[in-house]
């Protein structure tokens, strides 16, 4: 069963004070997320990520189009007690401590009362907040309200959990917390959907992704596709500052960081480059066959015109056969 | 239904965690506590001094303070985002506008029960003991209570749909208006055409908070019979059910954006 199947929602705003006039956020979106997955919705800032999230949430009114859920209608109260979401930049009432927030949100999801206690300090413990459970949220820092949003969104053991921008405001050992999170939510079998613009992220995560711009779905792809796609060059690696004159004239384009030189060179190339460094004793550290990255698949998506029509049909083949559109 | 009051309770937590509320709450005791000297200084009519400044303090600052809390309860929550997190659990817009509106009626009583007991306080002072008239004191503190239910659902209305600023302007002008509600409908039955019309429209639109100020009354020992009671009962709860409504309705359809 897919977790999430978008079907056409489409959003479209009234903007202007006398003269209202439409500006489309989304255009018809359609997008199937597979349960179990860790699913990437990528798009640069102002794209309509955040919009398709709140729509999926019952925050914002579609203007046009449905979504199901878990199998149900996106719009039935009762799914929302297996789902999980993390807004943009979450801002919470400040006056609770993370205990009484957490014990709140238990409250509001369902959770049974000696369910809830249990669950709260499991989930404090799993973010990292037990020593500051009792300190006024008013009080904590960016990284910490953070996690403490993290932890009501996955506080009420849901199946499937929406994160918007989850690594925002994190410093780089927190971001690192959060991708180890959401390994083990997708290892406990839940489906884990987010956004987010920062690529390595993504690609580091995400079982299969999803690029959206000025509210345009411009593909949608598994990122062990797009990855493994080798490009006919390799990256040759070796210690040391010396470019030998040989290597050049194998049309390697060599560049030089502290003591290692990084040389890109046709693959053909690549067992005359290994010789050319063994005549002049030079210590070999890596050879890797160059891939297309997320990066390079990110910004010719970006650069696709848009159409008019939307891209639902080519994008929905692409799903089913599992290939990048 | 648990919802409700999960969502009232945290309201009123926040309420009582907030310093402003007890800023407020100290001034109205204080002009209780200024009734007592007022009340020395005002030969004979001690009791009527008391019971009209205490009373009048506590319907004061129970107003303001419903509007003060009431106008930031759903805006505030939009801006803050923390709306988010609440809405996108299995909690349906209308409960948290019913749990909202009862975790603020529930400030304003237990508010009005400590201020309550500072009149009192400042009536033993003067008076050295109770008599039987003094429980009319308990009917115009149930009619302060009503008024407080109707603002706080007029707050909430406004705050649904509007800033946190024109809320509180809305809800106070509604204040002031409805407190001179009777002025009003007598100027409808004098004046006529579309002056009439509309002077009658809106004296029946606007909530008659005139028919439930008792204060003066009490204090001259003319407590409300039981008809008034139950008329006034009746009528707050329906104009609150009312505006509670418009609130719910209105928020239903509102995107958060």
């Known amino acids: ?325 | 239904m648990s919802r409700i009051v999960y969502i009232a309770s945290n309201t009123f937590r926040e309420a009582v965690r907030d310093r402003v509320l007890y800023n407020l709450i100290a001034f109205a005791l204080l002009l209780s506590g200024a009734a007592i000297f007022v009340g020395q200084i005002s030969i004979d009519i001690e009791r009527l001094v008391v019971v009209n400044l205490g009373l009048t303090a506590v319907s004061l600052f129970g107003v303001v303070i419903a509007i003060f809390i009431g106008i930031g309860l759903v805006s505030k929550e939009i801006e803050k985002r923390t709306l988010y997190t609440v809405l996108s659990r299995p909690v349906r817009r209308w409960e948290f506008i019913v749990g909202k509106f009862f975790g603020l009626a529930g400030t304003l009583v237990v508010n009005t029960f400590f201020m309550a007991i500072g009149v009192f306080g400042a009536l033993l002072y003067v008076a050295h003991k109770f008599s039987r008239p003094d429980a009319q004191i308990l009917v115009a503190l149930y009619f302060i209570v009503l008024e407080f239910l109707i603002i706080c659902s007029l707050t909430l209305l406004f705050s649904s749909f509007s800033t946190p600023l024109m809320s509180a302007v809305f809800a106070f002008s509604l204040f002031v208006i409805g407190s001179f509600a009777d002025d009003l409908r007598g100027f409808a039955g004098l004046s006529h055409g579309f002056t009439r019309w509309f002077a009658t429209g809106a004296a029946y639109l606007v909530p008659n908070f005139s028919a439930l100020n008792v204060i003066s009354a009490v204090a001259h020992q003319h407590g409300p019979g039981l008809q008034l009671i139950l008329q006034n009962s009746l009528y707050a709860l329906f104009y609150t059910a009312m505006a509670l409504s418009g609130a719910v309705l209105i928020f239903e359809r509102r995107n958060l954006k």
């Open chain 1, 1 to 325: 069963m897919a977790a999430i199947e978008i079907l056409g929602l489409e959003k479209t705003y009234l903007v202007g004070f006398w003269r209202k006039r439409p500006k489309r956020a989304l255009q018809p979106l359609h997008l199937t997320v597979e349960e179990g997955e860790i699913f990437g919705y990528l798009g640069p800032n102002g794209a309509g990520k955040t919009t398709t999230l709140k729509m999926l949430m019952g925050l914002v009114f579609p203007t046009a189009g449905s979504a199901r859920i878990l199998g149900r209608e996106w719009t039935d109260p009762e799914v929302k007690a297996q789902i999980g979401f993390l807004p943009e930049q979450p801002y919470f009432y400040d006056y609770l401590t993370a205990h009484e927030l957490l014990d709140y949100y238990g409250q509001l999801s369902g959770v049974p009362g000696k369910d809830r206690k249990r669950r709260v300090e499991e989930v404090l413990q799993r973010v990292g907040l037990t020593d500051v459970k009792g300190l006024q949220l008013r009080k904590f820092s960016k990284g910490m309200l953070q996690r403490a949003g993290i932890a009501q969104a996955i506080l009420h053991n849901p199946k499937l959990v929406f994160f918007d921008e989850p690594m925002s405001g994190l410093d780089p050992l927190g971001r690192r917390e959060v991708r180890d999170l959401m390994e083990q939510l997708k290892q406990e079998g839940k489906t884990v959907f987010f956004s987010t613009h920062i690529l390595s992220d993504a690609e580091a995560l995400c079982d299969r992704v999803a690029i959206i711009n000025k509210g345009e779905l411009r593909g949608v792809g598994a990122v062990a596709d797009l990855t493994s796609t080798v490009q006919g060059r390799v990256e040759v690696v070796w210690q040391g500052t010396l470019v030998p004159a040989s290597m050049k004239a194998l049309g390697a384009e060599c560049h030089v960081t502290g003591d290692t030189v990084r040389a890109v060179l046709p693959e053909n190339q690549q067992d005359a480059a290994i010789d050319a460094l063994r005549r002049e004793r030079i210590r070999l550290i890596a050879i890797t066959p160059l891939r297309t990255s997320l990066e390079a698949y990110f910004v010719e998506k970006m650069q696709v015109e848009t159409t008019p029509a939307g891209t639902g049909e080519k994008l929905q083949h692409s799903q089913t056969a599992g290939k990048i559109s």
